[in-house]
């Protein structure tokens, strides 16, 4: 089982559309977690950190299941700019351990 | 952005070759990393450098060689590399400069290397 899991999409969502996609790890005493945004041949950028009792920024909002060893990501009201890869990040061991990614696409 | 920076953005190189990827980082940072990106793969983590000192490495062939002069400056030495490392190569830079950091990375654009 690899350490940290996603599915790579594409995952296709209408503009407007809620999207929600997970990630699982398997350490189960990971304590830090965070989702990275990468566009099209752009470097990985920091979207935001996931805290236990879960953390929304603005459309964005992160959750935590320790008991399922999964993150999410959900995202409201989805725009065209939000088309990007995102990458879960998960502390294992004192190392950041990356998801090869989750592909989103935002359609008009 | 300048927070980081590398060059060169793009190299071709043949396998004999030797060249060098430079990477500066502007924020003040005391830790640096290379990580290797391939299509549809996760980010690996290559070396990592604390307060100029390299911390880990793993398991990475040889024929890449980092070198930090300093804490803004870091170097990828690259020396007969093979086509299976034709990839994106991303620098970062976190604040923290102890082993188990878990600080938000600051990346560079990275160089897309293609080695024929």
């Known amino acids: 089982r690899k350490e940290v899991e996603q599915d790579p999409g594409p995952f296709n969502v209408p503009e407007g559309a809620t999207v929600a996609f997970n990630c699982t790890y398997s350490?189960?005493?990971?304590?830090?977690f965070f989702w990275y945004r990468q566009d099209c041949r752009k470097e990985p950028k920091l979207l935001m950190s996931?805290?236990?009792?879960?953390n929304e920024d603005g459309r964005f909002t992160a959750q935590l299941n320790r008991a399922s060893q999964y993150i999410s990501l959900l995202i409201r009201d989805s725009k065209l700019s939000d088309s990007a890869t995102y990458l879960c990040?998960?502390?294992?061991?004192?190392?950041?351990?990356w998801g090869a990614g989750t592909k989103l696409i935002i359609k008009p | 952005e300048t927070g980081v920076t590398q060059t060169p953005r793009h190299l071709v190189m043949g396998m004999t070759n030797k060249k060098s990827l430079k990477c500066e980082q502007h924020?003040?940072?005391?830790?640096m990393y290379w990580y290797k990106q391939s299509a549809k793969k996760p980010l690996e983590l290559m070396f990592v450098?604390?307060?100029?000192?390299?911390?880990e490495n793993n398991s990475v062939p040889s024929r890449f060689s980092p070198e930090c002069p300093n804490s803004s400056h870091l170097f990828l030495h690259l020396h007969t590399l093979q086509p299976e490392d034709s990839a994106l190569y991303l620098c970062?830079?976190?604040?923290?400069?102890?082993?188990?950091?878990?600080?938000?990375?600051?990346f560079g654009p990275g160089t897309r290397l293609t080695v024929l």
């Open positions: 924020l003040g940072h005391n830790a």
């Open positions: 350490n189960s005493a990971s304590q830090s």
């Open positions: 450098y604390s307060l100029e000192e390299r911390v």
């Open positions: 996931v805290y236990s009792s879960g």
């Open positions: 970062a830079s976190s604040q923290d400069g102890v082993r188990a950091s878990t600080d938000t990375q600051y």
């Open positions: 990040v998960v502390e294992s061991n004192y190392q950041l351990i």
